[in-house]
């Protein structure tokens, strides 16, 4: 179970680096910030695909090298409730979601 949530969180933070990406293809960046903070945002875009793709490693390495329970590595294996983690996740992805829905009046 602690695998996918490497997977989820690659998929959220790589659709947040789309979404800037999308936002600034359209010309309508601006709209959403101060065009002197414009460059900043486009290399907070590069920044969440890196952490992406490293959340994506990590769950592929993960995978491959499972761990026991009882191994004292550091951390925990037990994941947290299904609710928390949906609610968790469902902050991050509700403005995902708004921003990729068409608007009907455009």
Do not use: N, W
């Given at each position: 179970?602690?695998m996918?949530?490497?997977?989820?969180?690659?998929?959220?933070?790589?659709?947040?680096?789309?979404?800037?990406l999308y936002?600034?293809?359209?010309?309508?960046?601006?709209l959403y910030?101060?065009?002197?903070?414009?460059?900043l945002?486009?290399?907070?875009?590069?920044g969440?695909?890196?952490?992406g793709?490293?959340?994506?490693?990590?769950?592929?390495?993960?995978r491959?090298h499972?761990?026991?329970?009882?191994?004292?590595?550091?951390h925990?294996?037990?994941p947290s409730?299904?609710?928390q983690?949906?609610?968790?996740?469902?902050l991050f992805?509700l403005?995902?979601l708004l921003?990729?829905l068409?608007?009907?009046?455009?």
């Amino acid at each position: 179970m602690v695998m996918k949530h490497h997977f989820i969180r690659a998929f959220i933070l790589v659709c947040f680096s789309l979404m800037i990406l999308y936002i600034e293809r359209t010309d309508s960046l601006s709209l959403y910030v101060d065009p002197y903070l414009v460059p900043l945002v486009k290399l907070s875009a590069a920044g969440l695909l890196i952490a992406g793709l490293f959340q994506l490693h990590t769950g592929f390495q993960m995978r491959r090298h499972r761990h026991d329970a009882d191994c004292a590595c550091g951390h925990s294996h037990h994941p947290s409730s299904a609710l928390q983690s949906l609610l968790l996740y469902g902050l991050f992805a509700l403005p995902l979601l708004l921003a990729f829905l068409p608007l009907s009046g455009q």
